[in-house]
């Protein structure tokens, strides 16, 4: 499959689950899987989602502006470069962040997130 394609269906995948169901997000981390947020760096995909469901807002909404990805070694791994805005319900202002993924195969044909970096962008 065509690494832009499939790292544009997993962008879509990963940020309309993040903004309706951030438990949903579970089975596309592992346990070896890293998270870095702001910094602080968790590690296994129980801890990951235990961040992210406990982060100070409960809704809110990405918009994509860019998405970039690379081939990333023989195993058949992929970088995907993400940068957009985050809108927090209530706030007037959306925030604008860049994160990275980097995906690699299952034995079952998908992808699961081995690390995975977040970064908000301040002006």
């Given at each position: ?24 997000l ?31 807002f ?17 195993a ?26 980097h ?21």
């Amino acid at each position: 499959m065509d690494p832009d394609v499939l790292s544009k269906a997993f962008v879509d995948h990963y940020y309309s689950t993040f903004d309706t169901n951030r438990p949903g997000l579970a089975n596309l981390y592992q346990d070896s899987s890293m998270l870095t947020f702001e910094g602080q760096k968790i590690q296994g995909s129980q801890n990951i989602v235990a961040k992210l469901t406990s982060l100070p807002f409960q809704q809110c909404k990405h918009s994509i502006t860019t998405v970039d990805c690379q081939p990333s070694g023989p195993a058949g791994g992929m970088l995907v470069f993400v940068s957009g805005t985050l809108q927090l319900a209530g706030e007037q202002h959306a925030l604008k962040f860049s994160q990275m993924f980097h995906l690699m195969p299952t034995p079952q044909g998908s992808f699961y997130v081995f690390n995975d970096i977040f970064r908000l962008n301040y002006a």
